[in-house]
């Protein structure tokens, strides 16, 4: 008999401790339920690196465990936050509309109500009415419920043509980039009903808690961050660690050889594809609310790229591994480019960072896949495990 | 001879000097005195003999006098009836002899009536001073003239444009004459044969102008009626529903007073909230008017009550659209007209369709052979080498900055160009090399991984060329003799660079198809490719080898951003666009391959454009559909359109 | 006695090359088979052609009882159909242990689903404990495949395929890089596998076939030269006259 899941993964229960740790922490010293040492905005930019470290975890789970470089995933996790940016761009002008109605002699009908808030959303693109893309934006539960399917039926169709064919490796690289860009590029016209390149804006208000503060809201969605990342890092660790994964990773290293044994490559690559479209789904739900607004331009083939960076720099086929490239990368990108770091003047040059820095990011990526193929998980294992050893 | 005494005349009719050698019998004054009452009046009926009479007189003081007539500037001494050209001084006129222009005394307000005529005989007037102009002895004010006949046409110069014809010498010039005789004959001819001729004239022509001249006979305009109209040339019937909608038929009938308007739902909305009483309207209470069936009924109780317009009913307002006839009429009554008009239009509609693909395939190739151009590095790089070089973008936009700052120190645009070429190869293989060097060799096992670390070299380089060269576009001038367009007709032109553009293309694949299958160094690159250890075994250095090939794909890439950036903004981003289209263009056409990448860039130019005809005002989903195409296309055809076949294939 | 995998007149073309040109071979349900040739006679093209690497232009391969034919179907339908290839290079999977890579390789139900609920049974341990006392790894379980030898490496293919329980062995070049005492273990491996199953070898080194003791077919230029015991053929002189050139 095996053993439990937990007791052979001690790791997932660090981790998950850890995770625990900090959430709780950061509620303590945040300004909406503690001490007030943490602003607002920077627990916004924790609940949104943790939603990052969420679709990191998707993707080492896609790349660095089953071997697809997907240029696809930040696509899929932009899908996500389009679906839920659906439902709180329709709900919150539903409320604007309603309240602008109130005092009108007549109550609305529904036509009125539906044109209202199409003149309010697409004023900006000069449409009047509400595009048959938004015909569920009305319901929470069906675009909570496209949160996953979306991005999971684009993953299907796409990977099961794809695998069918036996594109991999880089073929299928270029291919998936190919979509995203298909897809940022359709997201970027005015007629595609999802309001051209002004993206879906003013998420960060949630219809129906207009008197919660924000400072409350972005520890709710710092929880729920949270609590999406524990759960899919439960769930990717449990699927690697099995038999599946041990097939997923044999598919990574011989996909020919997998085939003879008389597994069929291509479901267990639909599968691990869908299943990860749908978790960068998830978590683009929950990031672009804190974000506040998205756009086509977050869709962009070059954000799955530095997707793969991330987790490249973290650490591939591990998932802290994945989830500590995706921290220190974007936490540190955002430290950089916010100008705080002071400026090295060099007497004939001053280098601010806020230019240099991914100047630096670039090089020093090349480093990383030169000197440290394993990343930072690798140089983190072989220094303290080894060390143990 | 009699040319220096017309252009003496002519010098004359300019007031530079007085010219007594025109004083003779019979002037412009004799001619006008004549038609004294019919002048003075201004009745058209009487002028037209009047005017008939100075254009025939073949006197140069004629055409003056008829402008300044036309001008309302033309006075009559109300003493002796002489006519005067009068310019006003202190509190009358100061007079000047209309044959000779010779100072004719001064004359007080009241001696004096100003010629006003009206606007029918103004347009006599200008018909006769077009027949002057026409006639002019300058090809270019000729010219001129019949530029402005062609802008304000009018029925009146069909007769002079006609003389003219028959008058003018200059070949082209007569050419341009008789389209517009054409036209005219089109719009203004009485004669309805002659008319139907000028129309088989312009079948098939694609200018502009026989577009301009034809559209009118074939503007419908639609009307509706209780029966079809009798006499009307009727463009064809339609039916409600299937021609037009339903609510187009009934503002039809609304325009022509057949059925009053319908009740609108914010009419009906007005209506209730001027009648709420007591909380509720037509006795339904407000709270409850929040559907459109409630406020419906609501309405009917006003109605009824008399307090507001009864509505139509659906049923009612179905019978009464199918008791009328509905139809699209022509302006032009005769039917023999528009039916020639249709036939010349379609005709011409065929042959500018023609014409538009024809255009279409120009601009398709150019595309094509921007993307070839854009890719072929990478067919080298990524085809034969297999290494995925995410920095290729980043290299192209290396090329157009070197060709930038070229600009900077050479100020001739054809030398600078010449000089940026070769630099820009230098420059980008030179990057290549280090890049291979210092990188990609130690990656060579690992694919994906060289597109991770190529990636971050793109970062750094683009960042890098920001901060060197700001975010502002920098000009990349292409020299005077590539501006401009090689214009075929109306609808097919194609401009110089994008003809340059093409060229290069051809160069590039004839050098890059010669170098590898005709040179040592094409040898051995096709060796290493397909067997390093075997191609090392026999003396063949392959680290040299990838080397120089890398070098050569990345200096390749630099040409191609001189090239790119003639037409484009040279920004840190400009590789950015490019870069996804060239891995497709290789996938596509078959890696491996130059005359793959070839097929890609073709394939993929052709159907960009093809989408974009289809839905022109849109670009950006022409590119998803095509993009999309592409990525089926792969599914059904993995290895591209030039695909290797068995082992060699090393599946 | 019926035949287990029947191929008759089967011809590849690779860009007009004939790599097989109109094959027949025939193997019966418990037997070992030689496959011998020179370089470029079709061997490793006839073994892609069972499994379903490459699709013939013409011909017929059919399987079992019911003689299925194989054309139609994927490689991974025709490896749990029974038919196990063990590749010339050793392919083991090196970033997992010996255990886990017989526990992938264990007959059992290879679906995405069936495989993400699976849960190790007592008897599937034991099973591949089994295997490994068989194939000579039993203490090697727990360690990663990257850290075997070389023969280790080739034994530990085998013992996955063994694990597959396939109907039909088609082995490519087992004994190449190995030991004089590696290729005894081999032997005995395949002779003993033959027992219970068809096991067919293609082989370069003429020792090695004639210590398998075994029917042996002859492939030249992509057509069956001669087919008999090692000694027939070798005085064939058409068999000569290829291996030693004319």
Same mark, same amino acid.
């Given at each position: 008999?095996?053993?439990?899941?937990?007791?052979?993964?001690?790791?997932?229960?660090?981790?998950?401790?850890?995770?625990?740790?900090?959430?709780?922490?950061?509620?303590?010293?945040? /300004?909406?339920?503690?001490?007030?040492?943490?602003?607002?905005?920077?627990?916004?930019?924790?609940?949104?690196?943790?939603?990052?470290?969420?679709?990191?975890?998707?993707?080492?789970?896609?790349?660095?465990?089953?071997?697809?470089?997907?240029?696809?995933?930040?696509?899929?996790?932009?899908?996500?936050?389009?679906?839920?940016?659906?439902?709180?761009?329709?709900?919150?002008? $539903?409320?604007?509309?309603?309240?602008?109605?109130?005092?009108?002699?007549?109550?609305?009908?529904?036509?009125?109500?539906?044109?209202?808030?199409?003149?309010?959303?697409?004023?900006?693109?000069?449409?009047?009415?509400?595009?048959?893309?938004?015909?569920?934006?009305?319901?929470?539960?069906?675009?909570?419920?496209?949160?996953?399917?979306?991005?999971?039926?684009?993953?299907?169709?796409?990977?099961?043509?794809?695998?069918?064919?036996?594109?991999?490796?880089?073929?299928?690289?270029?291919?998936?980039?190919?979509?995203?860009?298909?897809?940022?590029?359709?997201?970027?016209?005015?007629?595609?009903?999802?309001?051209?390149?002004?993206?879906?804006?003013?998420?960060?208000?949630?219809?129906?808690?207009?008197?919660?503060?924000?400072?409350?809201?972005?520890?709710?969605?710092?929880?729920?961050?949270?609590?999406?990342?524990?759960?899919?890092?439960?769930?990717?660790?449990?699927?690697?660690?099995?038999?599946?994964?041990?097939?997923?990773?044999?598919?990574?290293?011989?996909?020919?050889?997998?085939?003879?044994?008389?597994?069929?490559?291509?479901?267990?690559?639909?599968?691990?594809?869908?299943?990860?479209?749908?978790?960068?789904?998830?978590?683009?739900?929950?990031?672009?609310?804190?974000?506040?607004?998205?756009?086509?331009?977050?869709?962009?083939?070059?954000?799955?790229?530095?997707?793969?960076?991330?987790?490249?720099?973290?650490?591939?086929?591990?998932?802290?591994?994945?989830?500590?490239?995706?921290?220190?990368?974007?936490?540190?990108?955002?430290?950089?480019?916010?100008?705080?770091?002071?400026?090295?003047?060099?007497?004939?040059?001053?280098?601010?960072?806020?230019?240099?820095?991914?100047?630096?990011?670039?090089?020093?990526?090349?480093?990383?896949?030169?000197?440290?193929?394993?990343?930072?998980?690798?140089?983190? +294992?072989?220094?303290?495990? !080894?060390?143990?050893? | 001879?009699?040319?220096?005494?017309?252009?003496?005349?002519?010098?004359?009719?300019?007031?530079?000097?007085?010219?007594?050698?025109?004083?003779?019998?019979?002037?412009?004054?004799?001619?006008?005195?004549?038609?004294?009452?019919?002048?003075?009046?201004?009745?058209?009926?009487?002028?037209?003999?009047?005017?008939?009479?100075?254009? =025939?007189?073949?006197?140069?003081?004629?055409?003056?006098?008829?402008?300044?007539?036309?001008?309302?500037?033309?006075?009559?001494?109300?003493?002796?009836?002489?006519?005067?050209?009068?310019?006003?001084?202190?509190?009358?006129?100061?007079?000047?002899?209309?044959?000779?222009?010779?100072?004719?005394?001064?004359?007080?307000?009241?001696?004096?009536?100003?010629?006003?005529?009206?606007?029918?005989?103004?347009?006599?007037?200008?018909?006769?001073?077009?027949?002057?102009?026409?006639?002019?002895?300058?090809?270019?004010?000729?010219?001129?003239?019949?530029?402005?006949?062609?802008?304000?046409? /009018?029925?009146?110069?069909? +007769?002079?444009?006609?003389?003219?014809?028959?008058?003018?010498?200059?070949?082209?010039?007569?050419?341009?004459?008789?389209?517009?005789?054409?036209?005219?004959?089109?719009?203004?001819? !009485?004669?309805?044969?002659?008319?139907?001729?000028?129309?088989?004239?312009?079948?098939?022509?694609?200018?502009?102008?026989?577009?301009?001249?034809?559209?009118?006979?074939?503007?419908?305009?639609?009307?509706?009626?209780?029966?079809?109209?009798?006499?009307?040339?009727?463009?064809?019937?339609?039916?409600?529903?299937?021609?037009?909608?339903?609510?187009?038929?009934?503002?039809?009938?609304?325009?022509?007073?057949?059925?009053?308007?319908?009740?609108?739902?914010?009419?009906?909305?007005?209506?209730?909230?001027?009648?709420?009483?007591?909380?509720?309207?037509?006795?339904?209470?407000?709270?409850?008017?929040?559907?459109?069936?409630?406020?419906?009924?609501?309405? =009917?109780?006003?109605?009824?009550?008399?307090?507001?317009?009864?509505?139509?009913?659906?049923? +009612?307002?179905?019978?009464?659209?199918?008791?009328?006839?509905?139809?699209?009429?022509?302006?032009?009554?005769?039917?023999?007209?528009?039916?020639?008009?249709?036939?010349?239009?379609?005709?011409?509609?065929?042959?500018?369709?023609?014409?538009?693909?024809?255009?279409?395939?120009?601009?398709?190739?150019?595309?094509?052979?921007?993307?070839?151009?854009? =890719?072929?590095?990478?067919?080298?790089?990524?085809?034969?080498?297999?290494?995925?070089?995410?920095?290729?973008?980043?290299?192209?936009?290396?090329?157009?900055?070197?060709?930038?700052?070229?600009?900077?120190?050479?100020?001739?645009?054809?030398?600078?160009?010449?000089? =940026?070429?070769?630099?820009?190869?230098?420059?980008?293989?030179?990057?290549?090399?280090?890049?291979?060097?210092?990188?990609?060799?130690?990656?060579?096992?690992?694919?994906?991984?060289?597109?991770?670390?190529?990636?971050?070299?793109?970062?750094?380089?683009?960042?890098?060329?920001?901060?060197?060269?700001?975010?502002?576009?920098?000009?990349?001038?292409?020299?005077?003799?590539?501006?401009?367009?090689?214009?075929?007709?109306?609808?097919?032109?194609?401009?110089?660079?994008?003809?340059?553009?093409?060229?290069?293309?051809?160069?590039?694949?004839?050098?890059?198809?010669?170098?590898?299958?005709?040179?040592?160094?094409?040898?051995?690159?096709?060796?290493?490719?397909?067997?390093?250890?075997?191609?090392?075994?026999?003396?063949?250095?392959?680290?040299?080898?990838?080397?120089?090939?890398?070098?050569?794909?990345?200096?390749?890439?630099?040409?191609?951003?001189?090239?790119?950036?003639?037409?484009?903004?040279?920004?840190?981003?400009?590789?950015?666009?490019?870069?996804?289209?060239?891995?497709?263009?290789?996938?596509?056409?078959?890696?491996?391959?130059?005359?793959?990448?070839?097929?890609?860039?073709?394939?993929?130019?052709?159907?960009?454009?093809?989408?974009?005809?289809?839905?022109?005002?849109?670009?950006?989903?022409?590119?998803?559909?095509?993009?999309?195409?592409?990525?089926?296309?792969?599914?059904?055809?993995?290895?591209?359109?030039?695909?290797?076949?068995?082992?060699?294939?090393?599946? | 006695?019926?035949?287990?995998?029947?191929?008759?007149?089967?011809?590849?073309?690779?860009?007009?090359?004939?790599?097989?040109?109109?094959?027949?071979? $025939?193997?019966?349900?418990?037997?070992?088979?030689?496959?011998?040739?020179?370089?470029?006679?079709?061997?490793?093209?006839?073994?892609?052609?069972?499994?379903?690497?490459?699709?013939?232009?013409?011909? !017929?391969?059919?399987?079992?009882? +019911?003689?299925?034919?194989?054309?139609?179907?994927?490689?991974?339908?025709?490896?749990?159909?029974?038919?196990?290839?063990?590749?010339?290079?050793?392919?083991?999977? /090196?970033?997992?242990?010996?255990?886990?890579?017989?526990?992938?390789?264990?007959?059992?139900?290879?679906?995405?689903?069936?495989?993400?609920?699976? !849960?190790?049974?007592?008897?599937?341990?034991?099973?591949?404990?089994?295997?490994?006392?068989?194939?000579?790894?039993?203490?090697?379980?727990?360690?990663?495949?990257?850290?075997?030898?070389?023969?280790?490496?080739?034994?530990?293919?085998?013992?996955?395929?063994?694990?597959?329980?396939?109907?039909?062995?088609?082995?490519?070049?087992?004994?190449?890089?190995?030991?004089?005492?590696?290729?005894?273990?081999?032997?005995?491996?395949?002779?003993?596998?033959?027992?219970?199953?068809?096991?067919?070898?293609?082989?370069?080194?003429?020792?090695?076939?004639?210590?398998?003791?075994?029917?042996?077919?002859?492939?030249?230029?992509?057509?069956?030269?001669?087919?008999?015991?090692?000694?027939?053929?070798?005085?064939?002189?058409?068999?000569?006259?290829?291996?030693?050139?004319?």
């Amino acid at each position: 008999m095996q053993r439990s899941f937990i007791a052979r993964n001690p790791s997932v229960l660090v981790f998950l401790a850890a995770l625990a740790l900090f959430t709780i922490l950061v509620t303590i010293l945040a /300004e909406g339920a503690g001490a007030g040492v943490i602003s607002t905005s920077f627990v916004k930019t924790l609940g949104k690196t943790l939603c990052l470290c969420l679709v990191a975890v998707a993707m080492d789970l896609v790349w660095g465990y089953c071997g697809i470089l997907s240029l696809g995933h930040f696509a899929f996790f932009g899908l996500g936050g389009y679906m839920i940016g659906m439902w709180l761009m329709y709900a919150r002008t $539903e409320e604007i509309v309603l309240s602008a109605n109130a005092g009108a002699a007549l109550p609305m009908t529904p036509q009125e109500l539906s044109d209202g808030i199409a003149a309010q959303i697409f004023g900006v693109v000069g449409g009047s009415e509400l595009p048959w893309v938004w015909s569920f934006a009305h319901s929470l539960p069906l675009q909570l419920m496209l949160i996953l399917l979306l991005p999971g039926l684009i993953a299907l169709v796409f990977g099961w043509l794809a695998f069918r064919s036996r594109v991999a490796g880089v073929y299928l690289s270029i291919l998936t980039q190919a979509m995203t860009l298909a897809l940022s590029l359709w997201l970027f016209q005015n007629d595609s009903g999802l309001r051209g390149n002004n993206g879906l804006s003013g998420l960060q208000n949630i219809p129906g808690l207009a008197e919660v503060p924000q400072a409350t809201l972005s520890l709710w969605f710092l929880w729920a961050s949270a609590f999406a990342l524990g759960g899919f890092y439960l769930l990717a660790a449990w699927v690697v660690s099995g038999k599946f994964g041990s097939v997923i990773r044999a598919i990574r290293d011989d996909e020919a050889r997998v085939r003879f044994l008389g597994y069929s490559v291509e479901g267990y690559k639909l599968f691990v594809f869908t299943l990860t479209a749908m978790i960068a789904g998830i978590a683009g739900a929950l990031y672009y609310p804190q974000a506040g607004i998205v756009n086509p331009a977050e869709i962009a083939p070059i954000a799955s790229i530095y997707l793969a960076v991330w987790v490249a720099i973290g650490g591939r086929g591990r998932l802290w591994g994945a989830v500590l490239g995706a921290a220190a990368v974007s936490l540190v990108s955002s430290w950089f480019t916010s100008g705080q770091v002071p400026a090295v003047p060099l007497g004939f040059y001053t280098v601010e960072w806020t230019d240099w820095w991914l100047v630096l990011l670039g090089f020093g990526f090349v480093a990383v896949t030169l000197f440290a193929p394993n990343g930072l998980a690798g140089l983190v +294992e072989r220094i303290f495990i !080894r060390g143990a050893k | 001879m009699r040319i220096l005494i017309s252009l003496l005349a002519f010098c004359a009719g300019l007031w530079l000097a007085p010219a007594p050698l025109a004083a003779q019998e019979g002037g412009v004054q004799a001619i006008l005195q004549q038609h004294r009452e019919a002048v003075a009046s201004g009745s058209r009926r009487g002028v037209e003999p009047a005017i008939n009479a100075l254009k =025939a007189s073949g006197l140069d003081q004629a055409r003056e006098v008829l402008e300044v007539w036309q001008a309302r500037e033309l006075y009559q001494r109300a003493a002796d009836g002489l006519f005067f050209f009068a310019a006003p001084e202190g509190d009358g006129f100061r007079l000047r002899d209309i044959d000779t222009g010779a100072d004719a005394g001064f004359a007080a307000k009241a001696e004096m009536t100003q010629l006003r005529p009206s606007g029918g005989v103004r347009g006599l007037i200008g018909a006769a001073l077009v027949a002057f102009r026409l006639l002019d002895p300058d090809p270019e004010d000729r010219r001129t003239a019949l530029a402005a006949l062609s802008r304000s046409p /009018e029925a009146g110069h069909l +007769e002079p444009l006609r003389d003219a014809v028959a008058a003018e010498t200059d070949p082209a010039l007569r050419r341009d004459m008789e389209r517009l005789e054409r036209a005219l004959t089109i719009s203004f001819d !009485r004669d309805e044969a002659a008319r139907i001729e000028a129309i088989g004239f312009f079948e098939g022509d694609t200018g502009l102008d026989a577009r301009a001249a034809l559209a009118p006979l074939v503007a419908t305009t639609r009307g509706a009626a209780v029966s079809a109209p009798e006499g009307a040339n009727i463009a064809r019937i339609l039916e409600p529903g299937d021609d037009l909608s339903e609510e187009e038929a009934w503002a039809l009938l609304v325009e022509a007073g057949l059925a009053p308007a319908r009740v609108t739902k914010a009419d009906i909305r007005a209506a209730l909230e001027a009648n709420i009483e007591g909380g509720a309207a037509g006795g339904v209470p407000v709270r409850d008017l929040g559907s459109d069936a409630a406020r419906e009924r609501a309405y =009917a109780a006003l109605a009824a009550a008399g307090r507001a317009q009864p509505t139509v009913t659906d049923a +009612e307002a179905r019978a009464i659209l199918d008791d009328h006839v509905f139809f699209e009429r022509y302006a032009e009554p005769s039917p023999a007209i528009t039916e020639a008009a249709e036939a010349a239009l379609a005709s011409i509609t065929f042959r500018v369709g023609a014409m538009q693909a024809a255009d279409l395939t120009l601009d398709a190739l150019s595309l094509a052979s921007i993307y070839f151009l854009a =890719a072929i590095g990478l067919a080298i790089t990524f085809g034969v080498m297999r290494v995925i070089n995410m920095a290729h973008g980043e290299f192209i936009m290396m090329g157009a900055y070197t060709g930038y700052v070229v600009q900077l120190f050479v100020p001739d645009y054809t030398i600078s160009i010449l000089v =940026a070429l070769p630099l820009a190869f230098a420059v980008t293989f030179g990057a290549g090399v280090a890049m291979e060097r210092l990188v990609i060799r130690w990656l060579y096992h690992r694919p994906l991984e060289t597109l991770l670390a190529t990636f971050g070299i793109s970062i750094a380089l683009q960042q890098l060329a920001k901060n060197v060269f700001g975010t502002q576009a920098r000009p990349l001038t292409a020299p005077g003799w590539l501006d401009g367009a090689l214009v075929f007709n109306d609808i097919v032109a194609i401009s110089y660079i994008r003809i340059a553009i093409f060229v290069m293309a051809l160069v590039f694949l004839a050098l890059l198809v010669f170098v590898l299958n005709r040179t040592r160094l094409g040898l051995e690159v096709r060796a290493v490719t397909q067997n390093p250890g075997m191609a090392a075994s026999m003396g063949i250095d392959p680290d040299r080898i990838n080397m120089l090939t890398f070098g050569l794909g990345s200096g390749i890439a630099g040409v191609a951003g001189v090239a790119i950036g003639l037409f484009a903004q040279v920004t840190s981003e400009l590789g950015q666009g490019y870069i996804v289209q060239s891995f497709m263009t290789v996938v596509v056409g078959g890696v491996g391959n130059i005359f793959g990448a070839l097929a890609g860039a073709t394939l993929i130019g052709f159907l960009q454009k093809g989408i974009e005809w289809f839905n022109p005002s849109n670009t950006l989903a022409a590119q998803t559909y095509m993009i999309l195409f592409i990525i089926l296309f792969i599914q059904f055809r993995p290895k591209g359109i030039i695909a290797l076949k068995g082992r060699a294939a090393g599946d | 006695m019926s035949a287990l995998l029947e191929v008759s007149g089967v011809t590849v073309t690779f860009d007009g090359f004939r790599a097989i040109n109109d094959l027949s071979f $025939e193997i019966g349900p418990a037997e070992l088979r030689a496959v011998i040739g020179p370089n470029g006679a079709g061997k490793t093209t006839f073994m892609d052609i069972v499994t379903g690497k490459t699709k013939p232009d013409t011909g !017929r391969v059919l399987w079992g009882e +019911e003689s299925r034919s194989l054309l139609r179907m994927s490689e991974a339908e025709i490896a749990r159909a029974g038919v196990g290839r063990k590749f010339q290079r050793p392919t083991v999977f /090196e970033d997992q242990s010996v255990f886990d890579n017989l526990l992938l390789a264990l007959r059992k139900n290879r679906s995405p689903f069936g495989v993400l609920f699976y !849960r190790r049974s007592a008897e599937d341990k034991a099973r591949v404990e089994a295997l490994a006392a068989e194939i000579g790894l039993a203490d090697q379980l727990g360690r990663l495949a990257a850290e075997l030898s070389h023969g280790q490496k080739q034994w530990l293919e085998i013992g996955m395929l063994l694990a597959q329980e396939p109907r039909l062995l088609l082995v490519d070049e087992p004994a190449a890089g190995m030991t004089p005492a590696e290729r005894e273990h081999t032997t005995d491996l395949l002779v003993q596998a033959a027992k219970t199953r068809a096991v067919v070898v293609v082989e370069h080194d003429m020792e090695f076939v004639r210590r398998l003791d075994c029917k042996v077919t002859v492939l030249h230029e992509g057509r069956v030269l001669a087919e008999g015991s090692l000694d027939h053929v070798t005085r064939n002189q058409e068999v000569i006259d290829v291996y030693l050139g004319r």
